[in-house]
């Protein structure tokens, strides 16, 4: 029996090799898919399945960091920055409609059409989605693709990490060139993200001395907000099916809107790194799933269809973008964000952006072009699109 600390050195050095494997080949082979990797070595080898749990990290945990982390997200959003993209959420829709008019038509003919049924859910996103697809198939009594909606959402990541690395690496590399040519507007490179801001925006705690704001007033105030987001979900559940992450992203950006949250509360309760920490162990628990056979099983299903998925996504985010005036780049990364979703999209593209440069000033005009756009369309995707097809398609089994 392997003892929890042991356990917990284990998968935070897995996650340490793949940060250092990203910090040498400046982000070209993103940490996100060396870990992967490793995990799955590690769970075909001498892993306990549940290595994670005993590590430290059991779902309730996970799922509480989730709420803070989403909630925190919120902050970095305004109303305003909601409004001004847009061009994202349509961008994001139109890569999911990709996905659907092309496993559905060409993937049926080739793999079937119970098949691409239950391949389409999980490929647009969330664990959720393929929770939904994988009860639904065992069900209606299809065992081998009740496996396959488990292992299409494990392994999709594998080739959406290099391929949103890459393609954002080229639009860092565009912004950059415009910035420092002064071509790149400095209004619009008005920090989103605020990293050197002293400031505390709590306009409703005006009077309220520095030295009580604690970090656990903090986590409080984060706390509360995710509560009210959970609360609101649970009220609205006989009316509307609304994921409480989604309502947690939306509470976030009203609570720092009215002053009551102020923007990244988790990094400045100094709680965002364990934060990060437990949600990534908790993404690679996912792959104690996939098993040699049951991968050698369903192989060219699984391949076909995240190939002809990113095929139909590549297309109509491509068209869209040409349309709305987004590069092709950036189009294509946020539709990219459907194969892993939140927190994968704020890791991947901080990680290209640290490779790209090491002036703070242009770190912040990168990160305020390229984090919204992906933080919005990881959340359109995977949180909010993802359960509402898995709901529909179910029914088709």
């Known amino acids: 029996m392997m003892s929890q600390m042991l356990a917990l050195v284990i998968v935070v050095f897995i996650l340490f090799v793949g940060d250092l494997v990203a910090v040498r080949t400046k982000a070209w082979i993103p940490s996100m898919f060396v870990s992967a990797v490793l995990f799955l070595i590690g769970y075909w080898t001498f892993f306990p399945k549940e290595i994670v749990a005993l590590a430290g990290v059991p779902s309730a945990v996970a799922v509480m960091m989730m709420y803070l982390l989403i909630t925190n997200m919120g902050t970095l959003l305004s109303i305003q920055e909601l409004k001004n993209q847009w061009k994202t959420i349509v961008i994001a829709l139109s890569g ?24 389409v859910p999980p490929l647009v996103g969330g664990v959720v989605s393929a929770l939904i697809m994988s009860e639904g198939a065992k069900e209606a009594g299809l065992a081998t693709l009740s496996v396959f909606a488990i292992v299409i959402y494990v392994m999709q990541g594998f080739a959406g990490y290099p ?14 060139k415009q910035y420092r040519e ?28 520095e030295k009580y704001n604690t970090e656990f007033f903090k986590f409080f105030r984060l706390s509360l907000v995710a509560y009210l987001a959970h609360l609101t979900s649970t009220l609205l559940a006989p009316v509307v099916s609304v994921s409480p992450f989604v309502l947690a992203l939306l509470f976030g ?9 102020e923007k990244q509360a988790l990094q400045k309760a100094n709680g965002f790194g364990i934060a990060i920490l437990v949600l990534m162990l908790f993404i690679f628990d996912g792959l104690k799933q996939a098993t040699p056979g049951m991968l050698l099983d369903i192989i060219v299903p699984l391949l076909g269809a995240i190939v002809l998925g990113i095929a139909g996504m590549y297309v109509f985010s ?3 973008g040409k349309i709305l005036k987004v590069s092709k780049e950036m189009a294509f990364a946020v539709s990219l964000t459907a194969l ?19 002036d703070e000033k242009e770190r912040e005009a990168l990160t305020s072009h390229m984090l919204p756009p992906m933080l919005v369309g990881g959340f359109v995707t995977v ?10 398609f179910v029914g088709f089994l």
Do not use: C, H, W
Not at 163 to 176: P, Y
Not at 253 to 261: A, D, K, M, Y
Not at 383 to 392: R, Y
């Open 163 to 176: 391929l949103t690395s890459l393609v954002l690496k080229k639009e860092g590399k565009r912004l950059l």
């Open 340 to 358: 892993y979703g939140f927190p994968a999209d704020y890791i991947i593209t901080n990680e290209v952006i640290n490779s790209l440069t090491e």
């Open 383 to 392: 949180t909010i699109v993802s359960v509402v097809l898995a709901g529909i």
């Open 253 to 261: 950006v009203i609570g720092t809107s009215v002053g009551f949250l």
């Open 318 to 320: 491509f068209i869209v």
């Open 96 to 119: 999911i409609l990709g996905i659907v008019a092309v496993l559905l038509s060409v993937g049926t003919l080739i793999f079937g059409f119970q098949t691409m049924v239950v391949a």
């Open 182 to 209: 002064g071509s790149l507007a400095a209004n619009e490179v008005a920090a989103t993200v605020e990293t050197a801001a002293p400031t505390v925006e709590l306009k409703l705690f005006k009077k309220l001395p």
